[in-house]
């Protein structure tokens, strides 16, 4: 059992009261507690263009506890989004536009992470024609260009380990990897982490080749495969960042070039500088 300490209090008349934390968590009605409670409730917006200007098409507004809301809310988007179709070597099959399980990680690290002293934000999810963006109130605790190294730190820690405990988390700081893990399996173009204002926003970008991203997103994409390699103990080298684009290997001068440009930018570094084409490593390793 979940720890009641946690979820419930005991007044000086004896009657037993919720937690903001039991609240938060399994409340059928944040509206019935503090505007401050409830407005940290979990909402979600689509768009029918590429802007906020744009018309909303679907609404999601939270009303229950996140344990109660997330599992509906994932399949709510699940059943929004466009899906494509993938023709295998035997079968077709249709598949998301987004991998599911990125969705689920980075909204899960935008409730756990959160910060609660924030009134008038909560966490929100936004779907636009060619991307999502999950935002959360609060200052990033590590450079958003860490996200995929640092050791976990929250915020909310009785939060997330009773969301652990319920395993709607793991509570191990691999949701990120996962994220990019999921990211480079589809060659999507490479989630944008940022911090803006008092609030932290994650991009999740629509299939798009190659051809079609920008020279910041291939850098980008070009920093998380070698921080991702390095997290995993292994380097980046010409031959995987080919791979996690998709690149055949008779252009290969196209990844040296997007590695010349992460090096320029200060990104990623040689490995082992008396063996320059051994691979590669983030800048922080």
Known sequence: MLEADNLIQADVGGYWNITNLGAILF????????????????????????????TVTHRFEGQKGYATSF????????????????????????????????????????????????????????????????????????????????????????????????????????????????????????????????????????????AEMTQQERVRACYQHAALKYVSGQKMTNSTLRERFGIEPQNAAQASTIIRQAMKDGLIKVADPTAPRSGYYPFWA
Do not use: W
């Not at 494509?84 to 990680?105: C, D, Q, T, V």
């Not at 395993?167 to 399996?185: F, N, Y």
């Open 27 to 54: 409340a059928k009605r944040l509206s019935d507690f503090s505007p401050s409670l409830a407005r940290k409730a979990i909402r979600f917006v689509s768009y029918d263009g590429l802007s906020r200007a744009d």
């Open 71 to 210: 599992t509906a809310l994932i399949e709510y988007i699940d059943g929004l989004m466009p899906h494509n179709e993938f023709i295998g070597k035997a079968f077709r099959e249709e598949r998301s536009l987004y991998p599911a399980i990125a969705i689920r990680e980075l909204v899960v690290n935008a409730l756990i992470h959160q910060d609660m002293t924030i009134k008038g934000a909560g966490p929100l999810v936004e779907m636009f024609k060619d991307r999502l963006e999950i935002t959360n109130p609060g200052k990033p605790l590590v450079q958003p260009e860490r996200f995929l190294d640092f050791p976990p730190r929250s915020r909310n820690e009785a939060l997330a380990a009773l969301m652990r405990r319920m395993r709607l988390c793991e509570e191990q700081g691999t949701g990120i990897d996962k994220v990019i893990v999921a990211v480079e399996l589809h060659q999507l173009p490479p989630p944008n982490f940022r911090s803006e204002g008092d609030a932290i926003r994650i991009d999740l970008y629509a299939p798009r080749r190659f």
